[in-house]
């Protein structure tokens, strides 16, 4: 036998026991159990979901009065410290009185002046009219002194008049709160000529107790938003960041919705006012506001990480128990898969999704590693930790 043909039919020998192997080995490959996929699941809830609209906001003092000096004059001295809280009334400054003592002094001495004239007038005009009873004088003489007594009424008038406005910018010498508040810095320092066009005045006081926070949000919103103007009870949540996370600052009530819708972006501006006990809202500041427009009752919820998105639309991964069997004529065993599930949904945030359609409260729906599966993936429930979930409504 050649050595060709030796070659020949050792590899047809070599190719028939390979192919004896593969048939026996294919009944028991073919019973292999698929791979497990391990995830994280958590169960469909009804809850009480509060529907809320989101915005950024502006915090806005509740009440903002730049002190403006009403007179012009040397600024005597400060009485309050800068950034402090004062009460309205209270002595802020004052500009040197004496310009204005002695003003106030000139018009009254004028007045007096004036009144003495004026009791003479009338003297004489008493006699004028004794004496015209016996025609001893003309009337033309009488009428003429009848107008120089209401003309020297008129000029003790104007004194009053002059002293009232004396009076008033000495007044202003003492320059008092408007209103309760905290201090801005000081602009001008004693020492300095101040006037009413001095450029800031001397300082502003805010109201920081209550105060403000000024959000828009889209005008096809109004009519919600018109239903929770009227919603008695707090009903706004303004939101900070606080050590990389997001916590509640303060709990308000919407106050004012404005009277026109703004052209150019299409939406409206509200105001929401909150009691701020503890100053954690400051003017100036950005926050996050959550306004609750109503609450939905015993509606159906997942976590929000459980909605997926397939090429028809919005599903979920949902357990499901069953068995599989080992091998031909052997026993089946206990086996979790999961399964997709479309799903209409509701209302939605970063927490919670509202289900209207398509589970079952009960039901158990994959949250974490749901990128791996597959229609009918056989998978492993790994414990949930231990953390505070919400259920029935927003932090």
């Known amino acids: 036998m050649s050595r060709r043909r030796r070659i020949i039919l050792l590899s047809v020998f070599l190719l028939g026991v390979l192919l004896i192997v593969r048939l026996v080995e294919r009944p028991h490959k073919g019973h292999t159990m698929p791979p497990v996929i391990p995830v994280r699941v958590a169960p469909v809830k009804t809850a009480d979901v509060p529907i809320t609209l989101r915005a950024l906001g502006l915090v806005q003092a509740y009440r903002t009065v730049t002190i403006q000096p009403m007179i012009t004059g040397p600024l005597q001295a400060v009485d309050f410290r800068q950034g402090s809280f004062v009460h309205r009334g209270a002595l802020l400054a004052r500009i040197d009185p004496r310009p204005y003592e002695a003003a106030l002094a000139q018009a009254r001495a004028r007045r007096d002046q004036d009144l003495a004239l004026l009791a003479v007038a009338r003297d004489t005009l ?60 000081l602009a001008v320092n004693a020492g300095n000529i101040v006037s009413p066009a001095t450029p800031g005045g001397i300082v502003t006081i805010t109201t920081l107790q209550p105060i403000y926070v000024l959000f828009s949000l889209p005008q096809q919103d109004l009519p ?106 052997g026993s089946s065993a206990p086996v979790t898969r999961v399964a997709p599930v479309p799903v209409k949904l509701g209302f939605a945030d970063q927490e919670l999704t509202v289900i209207r359609a398509g589970l079952r409260a009960g039901e158990q729906v994959v949250v974490l590693g749901g990128s791996r599966l597959h229609p009918g993936a056989h998978i492993q429930i790994l414990p949930t930790p231990l953390q505070n979930t919400r259920t029935t409504g927003h932090p």
């Open 224 to 329: 919600e938003v018109m239903q929770a103007l009227h919603t008695q009870g707090q009903n706004v949540t303004a939101f900070v960041r606080k050590d990389g996370r997001r916590v509640v600052a303060a709990r308000g009530v919407l106050a004012v919705l404005d009277n026109v819708i703004n052209q150019s972006t299409g939406t409206l501006t509200l105001k929401a006012r909150f009691k701020n006990p503890s100053f954690t809202l400051w003017p100036g500041a950005f926050v996050n506001v959550r306004l609750q427009v109503r609450t939905e009752r015993h509606v159906l919820v997942v976590p929000s990480v459980a909605i997926r998105q397939g090429p028809e639309g919005s599903f979920v991964y949902v357990v499901r128990e069953g068995r599989v069997k080992k091998k031909a004529g």
């Open 126 to 185: 008493k006699r004028y009219e004794l004496l015209i009873t016996h025609h001893y004088i003309s009337a033309e003489i009488v009428a003429q002194q009848k107008a120089t007594v209401a003309e020297d009424r008129a000029i003790v008038a104007q004194d009053d008049a002059a002293i009232e406005t004396a009076r008033t910018n000495l007044s202003y010498t003492r320059i008092k709160a408007p209103i309760t508040g905290r201090t801005g810095i």
